[in-house]
């Protein structure tokens, strides 16, 4: 049975970074794309960013690029989100998803396995 547990989210200034991870267990890792997305009060769930089987290619939402990174070690079979110049309204709850597929899905329906999710809060 695949397990997506995530971590790292907290309270953080407006400027401030933090580093979230995703830790699989069961069912294989390495070849699949992985993503990160978010859900804030009262909004739809959106997606952050996107990573292919290999780490080769990445995909991000347009209001995090240049800001977060997401890369992945497969040995490790974790998934990372790192989030620097946070704003507040990057304030949500955050959830990894694993896919379907070696290469970054085009739709949110190819995400099979979902995490609990982590907290982030940005305060101004």
């Known amino acids: 049975q695949v397990r997506l547990v995530e971590s790292g989210g907290g309270l953080v200034q407006a400027g401030g970074s933090l580093r979230l991870s995703c830790a699989a267990s069961?069912?294989?890792?390495?070849?699949?794309?992985m993503s990160w997305f978010r859900q804030a009060p009262g909004k739809e769930r959106e997606f952050v960013a996107a990573i292919n089987w290999g780490g080769g290619t990445t995909d991000y939402a347009k209001s995090v690029k240049g800001r977060f990174t997401i890369s992945r070690d497969n040995a490790k079979k974790t998934v990372y989100l790192q989030m620097n110049s946070l704003k507040p309204e990057d304030t949500a709850v955050y959830y990894c998803?694993?896919?379907?597929?070696?290469?970054?899905?085009?739709?949110?329906?190819?995400?099979?396995?979902w995490g609990q999710g982590t907290q982030v809060t940005v305060s101004s």
């Open positions: 998803a694993k896919s379907n597929r070696a290469s970054i899905p085009a739709g949110v329906d190819e995400y099979i396995y």
């Open positions: 069961g069912g294989t890792f390495s070849t699949y794309a």
